[in-house]
């Protein structure tokens, strides 16, 4: 089966298509322009450059949020129009459940988060173990305190929730500099991070938490 897959939730746009799971084609852009100017002509170039056709596909997807609602409101009308025309069956794709399965080949809980401003973030849990995500609590709009007494209380121990969002910060790091993010460099990458040799990359694509080093260390600091 293949699923050409569309993303516009954040600043950037990016396409994909997948056969049985295995990437075939892809293409980003984070060029600051809108997505109605830049989301089909990416989605056309990509199918182009890899010899297929949206007539060829069997699954149209796109995320559903949370994020941007003028992006995702492109992104979703795009869909239908694509699905309506060509007569395909289409879905929704949670932003954060998409950005879980980066991480589903570790264990543990992966927090997911994405600014919603005002010192908020659009958030989920998933729980990782086995290379099965298991989703811990709806996609929320959560304030920064709240998210880290829910953490601390309910959730994990306090360094373990840390941990996972560094971990986090060090996958998208990674995605930005086209590394592939096995577990172990993973792991280096997350000791990097807490060591401050690095620092997370804001500005990448969309996989993980958007959270600054120091919010980080904010959110966990021990009373």
């Excluded at 892809?26 to 060029?31: D, I, V």
């Excluded at 596909?57 to 409101?73: E, H, I, Q, V, Y």
């Excluded at 007494?149 to 910060?169: C, W």
Aim: hydrophobic share 45%; charged share 20%.
């Amino acid at each position: 089966m293949k699923i050409l897959a569309i993303e516009t939730s954040a600043k950037s746009v990016s396409a994909a298509v997948v056969e049985n799971g295995v990437p075939l084609a892809s293409a980003y852009q984070n060029m600051g322009l809108t997505h109605s100017r830049t989301l089909m002509p990416l989605v056309d170039g990509m199918l182009s450059a890899a010899g297929l056709r949206v007539q060829d596909m069997d699954l149209l997807a796109a995320a559903n949020g949370p994020g941007s609602f003028t992006g995702l409101r492109i992104d979703v009308s795009a869909l239908k129009g694509l699905a309506w025309a060509l007569e395909k069956p289409c879905c929704g794709v949670s932003t954060l459940a998409a950005m879980a399965r980066n991480l589903a080949h570790m264990e543990g809980l992966i927090i997911c988060a994405m600014d919603a401003r005002r010192n908020q973030v659009y958030n989920a849990l998933f729980l990782a173990q086995d290379g099965v995500l298991t989703r811990q609590c709806p996609d929320r709009a959560i304030g920064l305190e709240e998210l880290a007494e829910d953490l601390r209380l309910n959730r994990a121990d306090p360094d373990a929730a840390r941990d996972s969002l560094l971990s986090t910060m060090a996958c998208k790091s990674a995605i930005k500099a086209g590394m592939h993010t096995d577990p172990a460099e993973l792991r280096r990458l997350v000791d990097r991070v807490q060591s401050g040799e690095i620092q997370y990359c804001p500005h990448g694509r969309p996989v993980a938490v958007k959270l600054s080093k120091y919010q980080v260390e904010k959110m966990f600091k021990r009373a």
